[in-house]
């Protein structure tokens, strides 16, 4: 079992991760289902944004797959530059394993795609490596119910903690009645 201190999620040591959250791959998944972790996507960025979380975006092959889709390309904040890649693990890129390490954060917010492959050997990398990884299971995703399931139980096995976007927006806040909380309460609603 982990240790609570594991479980608690603080902005000052958070980033937040997007991996693969892409035009030709979404169109890839369930329309339902993808349209879900996208709205959810879109609130861990607003919630990073509004709480000053550095944002780390990454691409899969974008000739092939395409752009990060535009509703979360257009709410990226101004410094979060897509991050092209062709190995399944983001941290088997330098440019994210130096973003991660230059932030001096240890705690990374995992959303994405697909969950049994991009995301789950990211998670994997990022345990291995010293991070603490938190995935918001509404906020990864896989062309299959059971190979999401496959990545998320992978991932706990690596040592994630799985958690929702909620959980994480709200552990994150720590607190009602602050001016971020005003702000992004309503996302959550």
Known sequence: MASPSKLKLEREHAVLLVVDMQERLGAAMQAPAFEKVAKNTGVLI????????????????????????????????AEATPIAKTQFSCL?????????????????????METHVCV??????????????????????????ENHEVGLQ????????????????????????????KKLSPLIK
């Open 46 to 77: 607003e919630s990073a944004k509004t709480l000053g979380l550095p944002v780390l975006v990454t691409e899969q092959y974008p000739k092939g797959l395409g752009p990060t889709i535009p509703p979360l390309r257009d709410a990226l904040p």
């Open 92 to 112: 088997a890129v330098d440019d994210v394993l130096l973003s991660l390490e230059g932030s001096g954060r240890k705690q990374v917010i995992v959303a994405g």
């Open 120 to 145: 789950f050997q990211t998670v994997r990398d990022l345990e291995a490596k010293g991070f603490q990884a938190f995935v918001a299971r509404d906020a990864v995703l896989s062309r299959t119910p």
């Open 154 to 181: 992978l991932m706990r096995e690596a040592g994630a903690t799985i958690s929702s976007t909620e959980s994480v927006v709200f552990d994150l806040l720590g607190q009602a009645g602050t001016p971020e909380f």
